[in-house]
């Protein structure tokens, strides 16, 4: 994970030569990047690698058990909720895949720009056999279509990029080559936006959400 800070923005660019698998390196270093972020920009950009941004939860992290499984996720969920209510403006350049934890990455950032091409945004969870917990379905809730809320959430339907849009996943995709010049055109202009106002407001719109996600991670257990 690469942090750069340009013009009061900074660009974290995820890339572990695969497919972006969250585990706790990667959470670690996410974490860093927003503490680095929070102390000398404005906006903050999270970049996937080309064709891909993530396919969410590092499932070799799993095979070691219960207990780091369980660690795992509660990171994980521990990461949407900061990003969710992180006082920066977020955008997401999401530069492929968003499959599982990556596409709620996606709901979790302020403004999401996909990539034109043949790549998959899904949640695909019921598909696999898995329950979507309290918090993920309230982040899931407050940011797609109450159109595709059945179809993405309980039917694991698989969007396009395009169809990313409809749903609520993306806010706008644009060619592969523009994606850096759209994020960081978006990024600049949400950086003028005050920080305060921006962060205070952003909670306010976000409450009723955030204390679902918040009171979840209340009753997880810790490894």
């Known amino acids: 994970m690469n942090y750069e800070l340009s013009e009061n923005i900074a660009v974290v660019r995820m890339d572990d030569g695969k497919v972006n698998a969250v585990g706790h390196s990667f959470l670690d270093q996410a974490n860093s990047a927003l503490d680095r972020a929070e102390r000398d920009a404005?906006?903050?950009?999270?970049?996937?690698?080309?064709?891909?941004?993530?396919?969410?939860?590092?499932?070799a992290e799993f095979k070691k058990g219960p207990e780091a499984s369980v660690a795992l996720v509660r990171r994980g969920f521990e990461f949407l909720t900061r990003l969710y209510s992180y006082p920066l403006p977020v955008v997401a350049a999401c530069s492929g895949h968003g499959i599982a934890l990556g596409a709620f990455i996606l709901l979790a950032s302020d403004t999401r720009i996909g990539v034109r091409g043949d790549f998959r945004i899904t949640l695909p969870e019921t598909a696999i056999s898995m329950d979507l917990p309290a918090l993920l379905m309230a982040l899931t809730a407050s940011r797609l279509s109450k159109r595709h809320l059945t179809r993405a959430a309980i039917q694991s339907e698989v969007y396009t990029p395009a169809g990313a849009v409809d749903a609520g996943f993306l806010d706008e995709v644009v060619e592969p080559a523009d994606l850096d010049t759209r994020a960081v055109a978006a990024a600049a202009k949400l950086a003028q936006l005050p920080r305060d106002f921006y962060a205070r407001n952003k909670l306010a719109a976000r409450s009723d959400t955030l204390a679902v996600m918040q009171e979840f991670l209340a009753t997880m257990p810790r490894a």
């Open 42 to 59: 404005k906006a903050i950009i999270l970049r996937g690698r080309d064709g891909m941004f993530s396919a969410g939860f590092d499932l």
